[in-house]
């Protein structure tokens, strides 16, 4: 059974920072791009970063360019993705979703069950 | 940049067909994908590449692509179809979601 499981969530001054992991099982990490994807309280979904199978190319949505960084490692079927001066509009559930790279064309196949960030004083 | 306009709500009677359009400039030439998100659940993928389904995903969903709209269709919608759906779609390495589409069925 393939499981995402997202960690490191929680409450969070503006202009701090977090990490958020995502755990994979089930599945061979390295045949799988990886994706964060973030819901604001009663939004819809907005796709923030990704991440190619051999960590040699990252693409981010403006939103967050220059402040959120992706990174995984293979080692530990982990994707992260560091944030840095989180305003209250980062406010949201953030899922991360795996890409397999055999696809056509890039999916979101699997989804974690997300982790809920909120930046507030 | 690339924008997907989706209407905020559908409505359709249990065992009718319902229609859910995803417009964007060029859409037709990209591919589309729709994903179903049920209250406090994750988003699932229910239709890749247009009009393929993933394994799993009943035989119900359908979809389609040419112009400026992207299209789900459920024929013989069930309660269990109640959700709210996403298309989505690249623009160059960016992905862009539409605003989601809420499915009511009564």
């Known amino acids: 059974e393939v499981q995402l499981v997202e960690s490191g969530g929680g409450l969070v001054q503006p202009g701090r920072s977090l990490r958020l992991s995502c755990a994979v099982s089930g599945l061979t990490f390295s045949d799988y791009w990886m994706h964060w994807v973030r819901q604001a309280p009663g939004k819809g979904l907005e796709w923030l970063s990704r991440?190619?199978?051999?960590?040699?190319?990252?693409s981010y949505a403006d939103s967050v360019k220059g402040r959120f960084i992706i990174s995984r490692d293979n080692a530990k079927n982990t994707v992260y993705l560091q944030m840095n001066s989180l305003r209250a509009d980062d406010t949201a559930v953030y899922y991360c979703?795996?890409?397999?790279?055999?696809?056509?064309?890039?999916?979101?196949?699997?989804w974690g069950l997300g982790t809920q960030v909120t930046v507030s004083s | 940049s690339l924008d997907l306009t989706q209407p905020p709500s559908v409505s359709v009677s249990p065992g009718q067909t319902a229609s859910i359009p995803c417009f964007g400039d060029g859409l037709g030439d990209k591919y589309a994908c729709w994903y179903q998100q049920k209250p406090g659940q994750s988003p699932v993928l229910v239709m890749y590449q247009d009009s393929k389904r993933p394994s799993g995903i009943p035989e119900r969903f359908s979809g389609s692509n040419s112009g400026n709209t992207a299209t789900l269709t459920i024929s013989g919608t069930q309660a269990m179809d109640e959700a709210d759906y996403y298309c989505?779609?690249?623009?160059?390495?960016?992905?862009?979601f539409g605003g989601g589409t809420k499915l009511t069925v009564l």
């Open positions: 989505q779609a690249w623009d160059s390495s960016i992905a862009v």
């Open positions: 979703s795996a890409d397999p790279l055999q696809s056509t064309a890039r999916i979101f196949d699997y």
């Open positions: 991440i190619n199978d051999d960590d040699s190319d990252t």
